[in-house]
């Protein structure tokens, strides 16, 4: 071991007497040599760097230009259509839940979610008689990239009473993979939340109602003829009274809702108006006994040609209103168009309005 690591030392020290004397030549004979070699090094080190800074560029500009997510195209069902969880807490919303279904063309969308603050709320989407989810949104299917848009109502995310008007929010729905899907809904959503990254739960295609929400729609009773001029109905002959039926204001919507029930009984026609306004902060609904029959609130005398009816509230009790005995009267301009005019406001129903056919069938009474 002594005489191998002598030797070695010793090779070290020959090795570096020996690059000494290689560099004092070099340098004194041919300076130039070493300035023009230096200087070919440091414009490598040069050219390899920015050569290096345009490779890092080129990979970023093509991973940028790379589609993000997963692409619908050909995939059937639609992988949007599932049962969606969040992943974690939202700002104060703890549970987002989404279903999606699909149905032709379309994908029909509920929320549920529920927070703590500022106190308990939750929003839950709406059931039909049969129990059946009615859509909070419904958007068209995509049928390629990994994005669907469309837009909601913005009545959803009313808390103590509908808004005026009717806003439509643009929603989008987004697959980060087959997995993991994000939306984002762009307008002030109130308590709701209006983003949140959610993961699959089910491919479930959700059971949605076929039922229309009525109450979000505007001025969708549109009357078959004008109210103005002279009026040349007459219900000579029709039977049963054209005046029989359910009747809808025509300037229903999200802030309010009046309707007129009419019955034939005997030689009179009997009524109960009733309504929604202030978008829900004031009901004004017509009354019903324990058996869902209806409480008169007015009897017209039916009459048997032209094509108006008159008569008298005689309700002894009106909600928001009190004791009423002021006239009324109903006016036919068409089989399907009415006017509803009272002598007097009664709470907070209209005292002229233009009434369109809902129904035909005849109501019960008491």
């Not at 939340?193 to 929400?213: C, G, M, Q, Y």
């Amino acid at each position: 071991m002594t005489k191998y690591g002598f030797v070695i030392g010793r090779n070290q020290i020959l090795i570096v007497l020996y690059r000494i004397w290689v560099w004092i030549v070099c340098y004194s004979c041919n300076k130039n040599i070493i300035f023009a070699l230096k200087l070919g090094f440091a414009k490598f080190i040069i050219m390899k760097r920015f050569l290096y800074s345009i490779f890092l560029l080129s990979i970023v500009a093509c991973s940028g230009n790379k589609p993000q997510g997963v692409d619908v195209a050909g995939i059937t069902p639609s992988p949007f259509v599932g049962y969606w969880v969040n992943v974690g807490v939202n700002d104060t919303v703890q549970n987002i839940y989404l279903r999606i279904g699909e149905r032709n063309d379309s994908l029909l969308i509920s929320f549920y979610w529920e927070r703590e603050e500022p106190f308990y709320m939750t929003g839950n989407p709406m059931n039909d008689t049969v129990g059946e989810m009615i859509p909070q949104a419904c958007i068209a299917v995509p049928q390629n990239g990994n994005k669907a848009a469309g837009n909601i109502v913005n009545q959803y995310f009313s808390v103590f009473q509908n808004y005026p008007r009717n806003e439509y929010y643009p929603l989008c729905l987004e697959l980060k993979s087959l997995d993991t899907l994000t939306f984002k809904i762009d307008g002030n959503v109130n308590y709701w939340p209006d983003s949140a990254i959610l993961v699959r739960k089910s491919s479930e295609n959700s059971v949605f109602s076929t039922k229309v929400v009525e109450l979000y729609k505007e001025h969708y009773n549109i009357p078959d003829t004008e109210v103005t001029g002279t009026n040349k109905f007459d219900i000579s002959g029709i039977e049963p009274s054209p005046f029989i039926g359910r009747w809808e204001w025509t300037e229903n919507g999200p802030w309010q809702n009046f309707y007129v029930y009419v019955a034939e009984r005997n030689d009179s026609l009997l009524i109960a108006p009733g309504g929604v306004f202030l978008g829900g902060y004031r009901i004004q609904n017509a009354e019903y006994d324990e058996e869902d029959r209806l409480f008169p609130q007015a009897f017209l005398q039916l009459p048997k040609s032209g094509n108006k009816a008159v008569g008298y509230f005689a309700a002894d009790e009106i909600p928001f209103a009190g004791k009423c005995n002021c006239g009324v009267s109903l006016e036919l301009f068409s089989n399907n168009t009415m006017l509803f005019r009272t002598g007097e406001s009664i709470g907070f129903w209209p005292d002229s309005a233009v009434m369109v056919r809902a129904s035909s069938e005849a109501p019960v009474f008491r």
